[in-house]
């Protein structure tokens, strides 16, 4: 280690749908999937998009026959949020633990990852995975202690179905994750605010162009502009443009990293292997 609290890396970075064409590519096609890697080397997935299969892939490598304990902390259950769970190989080995949270999103979590496996959408089931699992959800306003004096924070966002965003918190070193999330509404707006407070890393739905959002109204997503007003608003030092709209290619998220930039300096729009290091 480096001296880093935490250490950040985006393993999928796209909204909705993976989008593995050629175009894409600069930014990446895999479906959110954020690791965050604390001090004591213990591995906080935000996420289980496409993103976490090789992301299950380098924990095999690097645990070199040892076990495998890691945290999966669930946005919600839409696709492009668990789709990469049933690839994750760690999953598969006896040895090795997963402990899957939530945000009180009204749906149970461990039936809903069940649901994902069950007959006739996956040839394995569930119960069969070897690994030693749990499943908890946590109350709003509640946190979790991870090793080395790490706490995770749900709060909810404004999305169809319900969505919970995690602030992260080591040591004075704040992470905040915000995906799936549609602004517009005051009391989830706030919501966001408050717990954004002085972030050090924003990481925020920025699906649509301003324009594009005027069509895409109620569809659960915000803008990169509204990620700017937010950032700004909560003193967040570092802003990271999340949640890519599956028709984005390369040049339009270039265009999109530069406008934002503009109004934000510090901001990047995450691109697959991107690290950050607090
Ligand atoms: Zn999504
Ligand atoms: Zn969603």
Sequence with gaps: MDGAQLRLKFWGVRGSTPTPQIENLKFGGNTACVEVRTAANECIILDGGSGLRALGQTLLQESAGEPINTRIFLTHFHWDHIQGIPFFSPMYLPRNHVQFYSGSTG????????????????????????????????????CIKADGDVYIRPFPLNHPQGASGY????????????????????????????????????ICD???????????????????????????????????????????????????????????ENTTAAWEGFVAAL
């Design 167 to 202: 602030r992260i918190e080591c040591n004075g070193v704040v992470i905040v994750y915000a995906t799936d999330y549609e602004h517009g509404i005051p009391e989830y707006d706030n919501i966001l605010l408050e717990y954004s407070q002085n972030a050090d890393i924003l």
């Design 107 to 142: 749906r149970p979590l461990q039936e809903t990852l069940e649901g994902q496996m069950s007959k006739p959408y996956f040839p394995i089931d569930f119960g069969q995975v070897a690994a030693k699992r749990d499943f908890q959800q946590i109350e709003n306003g509640g």
């Design 206 to 264: 920025a699906q649509y162009t301003p324009a594009e959002y005027e069509t895409h109204k109620g569809w659960g997503h915000s803008t990169w502009e509204n990620a700017v007003f937010v950032a700004r608003e909560a003193k967040a030092d570092h802003l990271i443009l999340f949640h890519h709209d599956p028709n984005h290619d390369d040049q339009a998220m270039m265009r999109i990293a530069q406008n934002a930039r503009i109004q934000f």
